[in-house]
């Protein structure tokens, strides 16, 4: 079993910038691959970013290549989602979840995070 909770999001203005944090507790948070999601209203939910175990390799989705970037750091059993250059079609419920290998695949992510809201105003 893994905890996982979100934190680092808000409202912010189309052009800007926020960095998320999930924080994992239970199981050794290096035996999992990362991933993170999100969903908006009437939407489902859509794969956004991913990291392997050591963190050597990352998978995005088209949307936000090049503007978002996931790091984790394994001494502090964290991931992170660094969001730029911000746009109000990225707003959504972001949710980070934890499985041992990476797909885009929502089903397959084995625990989930409650999420965090994030809202960007045009």
């Known amino acids: 079993q893994v905890q996982l909770v979100e934190s680092g999001g808000g409202l912010v203005q189309a052009g800007g910038s926020l960095r998320l944090s999930c924080a994992a507790s239970?199981?050794?948070?290096?035996?999992?691959?990362m991933g993170w999601f999100r969903q908006a209203p009437g939407k489902e939910r859509e794969f956004v970013a991913a990291?392997?175990?050591?963190?050597?390799?990352?998978y995005y989705a088209e949307s936000p290549k090049g503007r978002f970037t996931i790091s984790r750091d394994n001494a502090k059993n964290t991931v992170y989602l660094q969001m730029n250059s911000l746009k109000p079609e990225d707003t959504a419920v972001y949710l980070c979840a934890a499985r041992p290998g990476v797909t885009t695949t929502s089903d397959r992510w084995d625990y989930w995070g409650q999420g965090t809201q994030v809202t960007v105003s045009s």
């Open positions: 990291i392997s175990r050591s963190g050597s390799t990352t």
């Open positions: 239970g199981r050794t948070f290096s035996v999992y691959s």
